[in-house]
C-alpha cells in the first residue's frame, strides 16, 4: 500500500458515521481511520462481526477504504472488562478488513510499578492470542502520559518482551513533540521514525507547541514539529499505511468552518505527500 492521506472518522462527530465519512470523501480523502467514537457508534447496533461486515460493504460502495482503527483506551488493558470490550472491538475490526489496530499501553495506575507494566504486558498478550491467525496488528501508540512509552526504544522493548506477533507501532507526531517539549525526552521525529521501521505501521499526525496535547494540522503551531523531516525519514524507511490526520483541536468550529477547513487540509495533505514537498 503506499501512503495516502487520510482524515480520522471523527472530524465530524456530531453526524453519524456514514454521514462524517461521506463528507470526508466528498473532500477528496478516499482513505480513513476508524476511530473510537465511530467505533462506539457501531457497537450500539450490535452483533460487531455482521455490524461490521455491514459497514465494510459500505465503505466499498462509496470508495472508501479503512485499514487504520483506533481501540477505545478508557478502561486500559489491566482488567478483564476492559480486555473484554477490546476484543469486542478487534471482532468489529476484523470484520471491517482493518489491518492496524493503534493500542494504547495504559491502565492499572493504581498498583505499583512492576505490578502495572506485567498486567499491561498480560493485557497485550491476551489480545495477540485473540487475533492469532488473522491480519490484524496491535499498533502500540507513543503517549504522552505513559513514560513506557516515549520513546521508540521503549516501545521495541515492550514488543521484543512480548515476542514481537501481530505487534507494531503506531507515532502520534504530537505526543513525541509534545515530550520533547517537557524536556521529558530528548527524540527527533527522524529517530522514532527509523528506530521503529519495519514495525511503524500507522500514523496520528498532529500539531502542537510542546505544551498541551492540542492535537491541531500541520503547520498549526509557532514552535511545531519539522515535517519535511518527517516525510522525508517516512520515505526512507519505505512506510506504507496512512498518513492519518487526527486533529481533535480543529474540531471546535461549526460545522461550515470545518468543511472550509477541509479544503484546506487536503491541499496540505496532497502538497505534503508531493516529491516537491521535500526536495
Not at 75 to 84: A, F, P, R, V
Not at 110 to 125: D, I, N, Q, S, Y
Not at 238 to 248: D, P
Amino acid at each position: 500500500m503506499e501512503m495516502y492521506a487520510a482524515v480520522w472518522s471523527g472530524y465530524f462527530r456530531e453526524l453519524s458515521p456514514e454521514e462524517g465519512i461521506s463528507l470526508l470523501h466528498r473532500a477528496g480523502f478516499t482513505h480513513t481511520e476508524i476511530t473510537i467514537t465511530t467505533v462506539t457508534d457501531l457497537l450500539e447496533r450490535g452483533d460487531p462481526e455482521k455490524t461490521g461486515l455491514k459497514f465494510a460493504n459500505w465503505l466499498q460502495d462509496i470508495g472508501v477504504s479503512a485499514p487504520q482503527g483506533h481501540l477505545n483506551f478508557k478502561k486500559g488493558i489491566c482488567t478483564q472488562e476492559g480486555l473484554d470490550d477490546l476484543k469486542r472491538e478487534l471482532t468489529l475490526f476484523s470484520a471491517m478488513g482493518i489491518q492496524n489496530a493503534v493500542l494504547h499501553f495504559n491502565g492499572g495506575n493504581e498498583m505499583e510499578p512492576m505490578a502495572r507494566m506485567e498486567a499491561r504486558l498480560e493485557g497485550v498478550r491476551q489480545l495477540q492470542s485473540f487475533v492469532k491467525g488473522s491480519d490484524l496488528y496491535l499498533c502500540l501508540e507513543n503517549l504522552g502520559s505513559v513514560p513506557e512509552t516515549h520513546t521508540v526504544e521503549r516501545l521495541n522493548g515492550i514488543i521484543d518482551t512480548l515476542g514481537g506477533d501481530h505487534l507494531g507501532i503506531c507515532l502520534d507526531t504530537g505526543h513525541l513533540h509534545l515530550v520533547n517539549g517537557r524536556a521529558e525526552v530528548t527524540q527527533t521525529q527522524a529517530a522514532f521514525i527509523t528506530g521503529a521501521g519495519e514495525r511503524l505501521r500507522a500514523l496520528h499526525i498532529t500539531e502542537n507547541n510542546g505544551h498541551n496535547d492540542d492535537h491541531q494540522m500541520p503547520y498549526s503551531a509557532r514552535y511545531g514539529i519539522d515535517w519535511v523531516e518527517v516525510l522525508r525519514t517516512l520515505r526512507q524507511i519505505g512506510y506504507r499505511g496512512l498518513f492519518n490526520l487526527e486533529i481533535l483541536g480543529e474540531r471546535e468550529a461549526p460545522l461550515p468552518v470545518k468543511w472550509a477547513k477541509l479544503d484546506y487540509i487536503k491541499t496540505l495533505t496532497d502538497y505534503m505527500l508531493s516529491d516537491e514537498f521535500i526536495e
